[in-house]
Antibody
Framework: EVQLVQSGAEVKKPGESLKISCKGS????????IGWVRQMPGKGLEWMGIIYPADSDTRYSPSFQGQVTISADKSVSTAYLQWSSLKASDTAIYYCARWLTGTAGRAEYWGQGTLVTVSS | AIQLTQSPSSLSASVGDRVTITCRASQGISSAVAWYQQKPGKAPNLVIY???NLESGVPSRFSGSGSGTDFTLTISSLQPEDFATYYC?????????FGPGTKVDIK
């Protein structure tokens, strides 16, 4: 059974750093794209970017390039989303998902979401 | 980047109604569209991929069609569990943007 399990909710102050995680199991972690989607309070889904763990090929949305870092550790089948300096506007739920690309592209499996709250 | 629009942004419908949601792309994207259902407090759930392929386990009252720039998601007979927000997403090229969503609620 494919599972994506995300780390727990976080409460941070503006300017702090943060790294959240998404652990995959039940499939070949290395040979599947995995990535992140943001959902701000009461808003829609925003595709942030994805990484291919086998070679660390990473693709970002221009909206998030330079704002976050997506990485993966093959040894523990875990993807990460990292901020070096959080802003209040980073408050959102962040979902990880396993992605298939191309014409039949889709995100079949999703994590449960990680709520990040940034407040002074 | 390819932009997606959805219409309507929201709709009210009754159980048993036929519901159609439209997704339009800013340029041709072949059949590289997926549709998701999201209920409050839950992660999105894949409904359709490749514009018209029903995801395993999804009821057959859901169907998708379209190619190029115009796509539709149809629910043939709306059920109580279908009240949710629906998003389209393209997979033509990075970034894989989502549409803004269509909220389906009870009339």
């Amino acid at each position: 059974e494919v599972q994506l399990v995300q780390s727990g909710a976080e409460v941070k102050k503006p300017g702090e750093s943060l790294k959240i995680s998404c652990k995959g199991s039940g499939y070949s972690f290395t040979s599947n794209w995995i990535g992140w989607v943001r959902q701000m309070p009461g808003k829609g889904l925003e595709w942030m970017g994805i990484i291919y763990p086998a070679d660390s090929d990473t693709r970002y949305s221009p909206s998030f390039q330079g704002q976050v870092t997506i990485s993966a550790d093959k040894s523990v089948s875990t993807a990460y989303l990292q901020w070096s300096s959080l802003k209040a506007s980073d408050t959102a739920i962040y979902y990880c998902a396993r992605w298939l690309t191309g014409t039949a592209g889709r995100a079949e499996y999703w994590g449960q979401g990680t709520l990040v709250t940034v407040s002074s | 980047a390819i932009q997606l629009t959805q219409s309507p942004s929201s709709l009210s419908a009754s159980v048993g109604d036929r519901v159609t949601i439209t997704c339009r792309a800013s340029q041709g994207i072949s059949s590289a569209v997926a549709w998701y259902q999201q209920k409050p407090g839950k992660a999105p759930n894949l409904v359709i991929y490749g514009a018209s392929n029903l995801e395993s386990g999804v009821p057959s009252r859901f169907s998708g069609s379209g190619s190029g720039t115009d796509f539709t998601l149809t629910i043939s007979s709306l059920q109580p569990e279908d009240f949710a927000t629906y998003y389209c997403q393209h997979f033509n090229s990075f970034p894989y943007t989502f549409g803004p969503g269509t909220k389906v609620d009870i009339k």
